[in-house]
């Protein structure tokens, strides 16, 4: 019996960029973070505000395995990706924005969408985005954001096509 699967379309470039963004944010929460980032903190917020104390106690109980835990979905996300990498200087335009079916197999799924997610919270946090009003739309920095939603959006949609 074969393993169910979801089908997204990715052009090559799409994939490529994707894949980095999912390696810079693999160094983000590797080994080697920066504890003191702001990403991090918005990756793993305190979940009480008011209580530092049972604020500390809860992040020094769960942060390093809920970071190692984002780390491990990245490679996976990573791993899927593998196949729509190449050298986009070599291919012709049309073969950067040709689409080809990426599959992700159904237990990968959560990575994917926790990825998207936490890569998501990454970008709001280094533009300063709070709420739906802090996006500014007329600003080209903000297409990245919009963009990883839309693929979070077409990966949800997806995935709700197995159940």
């Known amino acids: 019996m074969t393993e169910l699967s979801v089908h997204v379309?990715?052009?090559r470039v799409e994939g490529a960029q994707l894949?980095?963004?999912v390696d810079d944010f693999r160094e983000l929460?590797?080994?080697?973070?920066?504890?003191?980032?702001p990403a991090i903190g918005r990756l793993a917020p305190d979940p009480?505000?008011?209580?530092?104390?049972?604020?500390?106690?809860?992040r020094d109980a769960t942060r390093e395995e809920l970071l190692d835990r984002r780390a491990l979905d990245a490679d996976v996300v990573r791993a899927a990706l593998a196949e729509l990498r190449g050298d986009l200087d070599s291919m012709s335009q049309s073969e950067a924005f040709t689409?080809?079916?990426?599959?992700?197999?159904?237990?990968?799924?959560?990575?994917?969408?926790?990825?998207?997610?936490?890569l998501r919270l990454v970008i709001a946090e280094r533009l300063g985005i709070e709420s739906d009003d802090d996006h500014d739309p007329d600003d080209a920095r903000f297409g990245v954001y919009d963009?990883?939603?839309?693929?979070?959006?077409?990966?949800?949609?997806?995935?709700?096509?197995?159940?």
């Open 9 to 11: 379309r990715m052009a």
């Open 19 to 21: 894949a980095q963004l």
């Open 29 to 37: 929460v590797g080994a080697d973070r920066d504890a003191t980032d």
């Open 48 to 58: 009480y505000p008011d209580d530092e104390d049972a604020s500390r106690s809860f």
């Open 99 to 118: 689409e080809h079916d990426l599959v992700i197999r159904q237990s990968d799924v959560d990575a994917w969408l926790r990825t998207l997610t936490a």
């Open 147 to 163: 963009w990883l939603g839309y693929r979070l959006e077409l990966t949800i949609e997806a995935a709700d096509e197995l159940l």
